[in-house]
């Protein structure tokens, strides 16, 4: 790729548009494609049909709806921090897709411990969630913002120990390295497809994939949200556009965690048999990313829909109890094979 | 651990559902989608309609003529959605020679579908056959005051009234008729 020679202020636009659109697309992608059109087909019926061809534009209504609403803040709610609260957790999601790798050049920043960063990043939702369920002023939503508390720290575990299994196999924490080393590596010698990690990582995979689904507080571990015990916990006392925040962070999130999979365990926007520098990969490369992301999404909203909740002792036992003896062994057998290779 | 093969039987089920509403015809075997109407339990309202059940609450139709102006079902009424007004007058002896009846004439019946919660009791406890439910349910209107249905307007509701189904075999119970 030519270099560009773009001003510090023109290069920040980019970004910054750049960063928006990764962050809208998928959402909205996730919302239309799972939320509204696959659960509908799983439920035998069509989901919205009359907003554009095949509802595809009824995104577009809903955000109209939640804007028009009236934003009502509670009496006795903490004004400041009732107001900060959503955007602490949208921003923990945009910065997310800081360290997301797209294409060979095609990266917001090239950090060297990129997955640790976004580990890092993606616990200080937590914070966000902890002060909306504080400032409500609302037992609900405290309740709710306990739950969500102790499951995003619960299940935070279980999914850095999955992730360093494929740090471990990659050898590198930069996020560019790990799309490399699924490439150019090697099953038993042969080297078709490279080494995507969910092959070698599977139980690694698994692993992330539910750790990912508490995380994000999909249905089984929707505990924090549960309408029918707390309102809708965290969220009760939202509305019109703080509330929209709040879902498009939810769902923004999703795309996230699904990119972050991908990356890690699926080949990252890398596609065998191209070679890495490939320029036209700068632009082949998010549209790859971006199917790959589809395909983790479709495995999480699957879960979504199928299974109901869990009970709060459950949700605690299956994470420490199960999910992270898993992972540790996980470690151990990859040190393991690493040293032994 | 023996929990997961019923994990992946639930998942199995949602995909296949899934698939029965995506591809009506024959599942995936076929790729190319039928037209999506199959495909789904639900009714695409505004474009293509549903048959009620012949017993569906949708409307309630008045016969005028067999009103006697009891005020039982305004009396029923949980809601007091019906209005009913109605004076005393006389009607010519049945046979001639015979004394002058006094007889209820019917001023006024309105029922206010904007409060009617379709509990059916004024159907059930008219005494004389005046009151029927009619499967009809596109009535809404743009002003809430075009919901209150004047005796005219009910009286039309009659022709949508269907016949009483005949009881199950071995019933001793005559069939009502529905009075046209």
Known sequence: MTALE??????????????????????????????????????????PMEAGPHGSIQLLAEVGKFLQKEDIVPERADRRLFFIAPYIVLASTFLLFVVMPFGPDAYFTDLDTGIFLAMGLSSVSVIGILIAGWASANKYSLIGGLRAAGQLIAYELPMVLAIVGVVIQAGTLNLQGIVGAQHQGEIFGWGGIGNPFIITQIVGFVVFLIATQAE???????????????VTGYITEYSGLRFLLFFIGEFATAGAFAAIAATLFLGGWAVPFVDLDEDVMNFVGPLVLFGKMMLVGFLIFWVRFTFPRFREDQLQAFAWKYLIPISLVNILATMALKVAF | MPKVPG???GMRITLGELLKTLFPRRGIKTLIPAPVKHG???????????????????????????????????????????????????????????KERTVSALDRFDIDYALCMYCGICVEVCPFDA??????????????????????????????????????????????????
């Open chain 2, 40 to 98: 789904a339990v639900t009714v695409q309202y505004p474009h293509e309609n549903e048959a009620p059940a012949p017993r569906a609450r949708g409307v309630i139709a008045l016969k005028s003529e067999n009103c006697t102006v009891c005020m039982l079902c305004s009396r029923s009424c949980p809601d007091w959605c019906i209005y009913i007004e109605g004076h005393k007058t006389k009607a010519p002896p049945r046979r001639p020679g015979g």
């Open chain 1, 6 to 47: 773009l001003a510090y202020w023109q290069s920040s636009l980019l970004r910054v548009l750049g960063v928006l659109i990764a962050v809208i697309l998928p959402a909205g992608a996730f919302v239309y494609v799972f939320l509204f059109k696959m659960m509908s087909f799983m439920q035998s019926r069509l989901g």
């Open chain 1, 216 to 230: 994000l507080t999909q249905t089984p571990f929707d505990m924090p949200v549960a309408e029918s015990e707390i």
């Open chain 2, 131 to 180: 009151l029927f439910w009619s499967p009809e349910y596109e009535y809404s209107e743009t002003r809430l005051a075009d919901l209150l249905h004047d005796e005219a307007r009910l009286n039309e509701w009659m022709e949508t009234v269907p016949d009483f189904e005949a009881y199950e075999a071995g019933s001793d119970a005559k069939v009502k008729k529905v009075p046209r």
């Open chain 2, 7 to 9: 994990l992946f039987t």
